[in-house]
Nanobody
Framework: QVQLVESGGGSVQAGGSLRLSCAVS????????LGWFRQAPGKEREGIAA????????YYADSVKGRFTVSKDNAKNTVYLQMNNLSPEDTAMYYC??????????????????WGQGTQVTVSS
């Protein structure tokens, strides 16, 4: 059973940074698509970033482009979401999700098969 575990959420003031981790286990084949999503209270779950873990190509929603960065550590089977210059609008539950490898991973939640439990990010003004 594929397992994704997020960590690294917390509370931060506006302008601050956080790094989220997504530890992936039992995902086969070796390369896959990994997406980051977030859901604020009363809103739809939004795709914000994705990575083709085979070539490390990354894709970002306009709302986070230039502030968020996805990276990976193959040895640890972990994908990271570095979030800089956070604002209160970034407050949400953040999720990572995985699916089979795609040349250009989508930011659509219906494209992903496996999900983590989520980690809360709260940004105060």
């Amino acid at each position: 059973q594929v397992q994704l575990v997020e960590s690294g959420g917390g509370s931060v003031q506006a302008g601050g940074s956080l790094r989220l981790s997504c530890a992936v286990s039992r995902m086969a084949p070796r390369y896959y698509s990994l997406g980051w999503f977030r859901q604020a209270p009363g809103k739809e779950r939004e795709g914000i970033a994705a990575m083709d873990t085979g070539r490390s190509h990354t894709y970002y929603a306009d709302s986070v482009k230039g502030r968020f960065t996805v990276s990976k550590d193959n040895a640890k089977n972990t994908v990271y979401l570095q979030m800089n210059n956070l604002s209160p609008e970034d407050t949400a539950m953040y999720y990572c999700a995985a699916t089979v490898w795609q040349a250009r991973p989508a930011l659509a939640r219906n494209q992903y098969d496996y999900w983590g439990q989520g980690t809360q990010v709260t940004v105060s003004s």
